[in-house]
């Protein structure tokens, strides 16, 4: 009897095979392959650091979104005001808005973390902690977990909702998904890595997301390109 190989449940997991179909990496721990999990657990990470910013991003002047005539005597909130940032920031912003004209749900940051920790907490019997949930306490939770969460069979739609959440933030703190230049040639154990290679901001650096290759010098970053696909 031969055993079947656990592949990872992460949407997105995997490069494209010259089939056109994705092969997901071996899951290592759980139902989820190593990749995943750093990247998730750097989101979780990202997110404290993303969310505190918020705030200053309120007025509609910050941030990438600042288009649209400003409207002269508008009491507040100005007419053009960050509703996404609102949102991310009020708890109460899912029940209330359920996105925005152009169709895209808003993120309530701390509810959709909180949800998944309550679950998590449910299933594991413990106790419900006294405290306001904050969205550093939920992520703490979250990393904490984390090796547990990798084989739970709903890690899939956590892993997906915790990297939308993370892009909402990124998105609008200005900070959207910096460019993939390319794909990473570099052999690993099962392949062509094929992670997204990006430029480190502010840096000449290239960088590769999966096995985090850095092509630093020009010559470094010549044989870099070298290694890079362009589809
Ligand atoms: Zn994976
Ligand atoms: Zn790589």
Known sequence: MTEKVQRCIVPGCGTKGDDGERHPRIATIGLVCDRCLDRHLEQLREIVDLYALLPDMIDPSTGEQATGPKVSGTPDPPANARLDVIAMLDPRSRARVAGDDDGNDLIDTLGVLAQWVWIAREER???????????????????????????????????????????????????????????????VADGECGGPIRQVPGELTLVCGRCKTKWETPEQRARGTLMMRTS
Request: hydrophobic share 40%; aromatic share 10%; glycine share 8%.
């Open 125 to 187: 019997n413990m106790p419900t902690p006294t405290t306001r949930p904050t969205v550093a306490s939920e992520t703490r939770f979250l990393r904490g977990n984390a090796s547990w969460i990798a084989a739970q069979e709903w890690a899939d739609e956590l892993y997906r909702e915790v990297r939308e959440a993370w892009a909402a933030l990124r998105s609008a703190t200005g900070r959207g998904p910096d460019p993939i230049l390319g794909w990473c040639g570099i052999l």
